[in-house]
């Protein structure tokens, strides 16, 4: 694909952590790449903790992207802790922690400002047998030989060539917050600093861990603690949850700053008589909780000529196997290879669409059986109690977000 006097160019739609890895990646390779990200200012640093897998590492340095300590969190093991606080099991388990903001801070920095392109706000996109393009709110056209869609599980480039795929709600959701390690409790952090810790209370499953902390420090003493809170809702109470004081209606999700008090006291209320008491403490102290409905989405292809897609535009999984950010850099990475490999942009995006929509569906899949307990308790009480007998502290504890081979 090098191989004309003249250099390729490769718009990227999207300019989160999916988008930045495959931009970083094709500018080291010696493309001229442009972002266009529709939020009109920066992204700002999100709550989300990122477990690490070798493949992300392997991603990093391929973007160009220094690895050392500070990258993240290191953690020794992982802990069930039962509704009284009191350890039930825990095993040896080695694994590096970080946070969005950390891994956008050092994946933006890598790129140059004056190719990122805020408020760029994607309205159409068309692949010819010479470009492909994207037309912007603004009315402008910007041609490139390549377009990657890394615009997120709502995309709208997705959505232009695939208007029959949809995401699928899981009937649960998760409550996620961010607490600074300094609030916490000697009690909460000595049993749940330098952990993967969990608990499984009936029906429910948190589980946390440390993260970098405000500016991204990884400093003990200005780290934070991250949760995750599954708990389950049917169809109509979500439509509840999603909607603010004013009465206004959601779709898919709701501004932090918006969710009513009363769905966030009895939240705190329930936090209080489920979760051991360590966890209680962390939901309490969270500075503002957020929930995102769980989904799955699977996609059939991710070429479409000149145009692929990457991510969160492709393939949705559970968060709870903790691989969306590495297969979106992993995405990032094969197509970069695959773009090497091939002279014709088309069978370079075919080749990556076959490898990457395997792997994809394959961590889907793997999700729906990780989430399945979740899942199970909308159903019939003997699938809940038969879901209830293979929910153990070892399997759980063995299965969620680690490393797996496909």
């Known amino acids: 694909m090098m191989n004309s006097l003249n250099k390729p160019r490769a718009i990227v739609v999207g300019g989160s952590l999916g988008g930045l890895f495959a931009a970083n990646m094709l500018l080291r390779k010696g493309w ?81 400002d004056s190719l990122y392109r805020c408020g760029g706000s994607v309205v159409s996109v068309e692949s010819t047998e010479t470009h492909a393009s994207v037309t912007l709110a603004d009315g402008t056209t ?53 952990k993967f810790a969990f608990c499984l209370p009936p029906h429910e499953q948190i589980l946390g861990y440390p993260v970098a902390g405000h500016s991204n420090s990884t400093l003990v003493g200005e780290r934070r603690y991250n949760f995750v809170w599954y708990r389950t809702s049917g169809d109509d109470e979500l439509k509840d949850l999603l909607r603010d004081e004013s009465g206004k209606q959601f779709e898919g999700g709701i ?25 209680a403490e962390v939901v309490k102290k969270a500075a503002q909780p957020l929930f995102q409905p769980i989904y799955d989405l699977e996609v059939p292809k991710m070429n479409f000529g000149r145009v692929a897609l990457l991510g969160d535009a492709a393939f949705v999984a559970r ?25 014709s942009v088309e069978e370079a995006l075919a080749d990556y669409s076959e490898q990457r929509c395997r792997f ?46 496909f």
């Open 319 to 343: 968060p709870h196997c903790g691989m969306g950010v590495t297969k979106a850099a992993g995405d990032a990475l094969a197509i970069v290879e695959a773009l090497e490999r091939h002279a």
């Open 360 to 405: 994809g569906t394959s961590i889907v899949q793997h999700a729906r059986h990780l989430g399945a307990y979740m899942q199970a308790q909308l159903k019939s009480e003997e699938e809940r109690e038969m879901a209830e007998l293979y929910r153990t502290p070892e399997a759980v504890m063995r299965e969620t977000a680690v490393p797996v081979k």
């Open 255 to 279: 501004p932090p700053a918006l969710i009513r008090r009363d769905v966030l006291d009895n939240m705190y209320r329930c936090a209080e008589t489920l979760l051991a008491p360590q966890f």
């Open 142 to 194: 910007h041609q490139a030989d390549v377009i990657i869609a890394a615009d997120g599980f709502r995309s709208t480039i997705r959505q232009h060539f695939l208007p029959d795929v949809h995401l699928q709600y899981a009937g649960y959701i998760a409550w996620r917050g961010l607490v600074d390690e300094s609030a916490l409790s000697d009690a909460a952090h000595s049993a749940l600093f330098d």
């Open 32 to 112: 001229d790449v442009e972002v266009f990200e529709r939020v009109p200012d920066e992204l700002a640093g999100r709550g989300a903790g990122i477990v690490t897998h070798p493949e992300l590492f392997e991603a990093m340095a391929a973007a160009g992207i220094p690895l050392d300590a500070s990258v993240g969190i290191d953690v020794l093991s992982r802990v069930t802790l039962a509704q009284d606080g009191d350890v039930v099991l825990e095993n040896a388990l080695p694994q590096t922690l970080t946070a969005w903001g950390k891994m956008y801070q050092v994946l933006r920095c890598a790129f140059p």
